[in-house]
């Protein structure tokens, strides 16, 4: 009779340490999952626009990436760039996101690159209207080559 006691008292310790340790791994594979959907997403750019106490706009151009956003610079204005557009801005077929603008005569624009294995380059071009020729002289900025340290170029 004291075994049965024993065993009556037991069984529903017994079936909830079960049932936690079969929640906790299911919350940790779910976590797991979302972390992965989180880094197969791409960079993308995010702009701010912003307005300073004269009311001259601005835009903040950071970059996306997973959960964190890292800032790449502040210029006068910029917008996404639709991919039917790129070649007006010499920006290449391949890239994967594009953003820019111009105002007051002159302009900055950026594209990213994925190159493959999680590992993406982010251009940065200009244009002015005093300058002699049509070219955006585009220059690597950052390179995600490890997502938690971008490495700025030059």
Not at 96 to 108: F, K, L, Y
């Amino acid at each position: 009779m004291k075994i049965v006691y024993i065993f009556l008292i037991a069984t529903p310790f017994y079936i909830a340490c079960s049932t936690e340790n079969a929640s906790k791994t299911e919350n940790d594979e779910s976590e797991q999952s979302a972390k992965n959907e989180i880094q197969k997403v791409p960079p993308t750019f995010d702009i701010e626009t912003q307005t300073d106490e004269n009311g001259t706009p601005k835009s903040i151009v950071p970059v996306f990436v997973g959960v964190n956003k890292l800032k790449i610079t502040e210029v006068k204005t910029c917008e996404k760039i639709a991919k039917e557009d790129y070649a007006t801005y010499q920006i290449p077929e391949e890239a994967i996101a594009a953003c820019g603008g111009r105002r007051a005569g002159a302009g900055d624009y950026f594209y990213m690159i994925d190159n493959g294995n999680d590992n993406y380059t982010i251009m940065q071009g200009s244009v002015d209207e005093r300058q002699t020729t049509d070219s955006y002289n585009y220059k690597m900025v950052m390179n995600l080559s490890d997502r938690s340290k971008p490495k700025s170029g030059d």
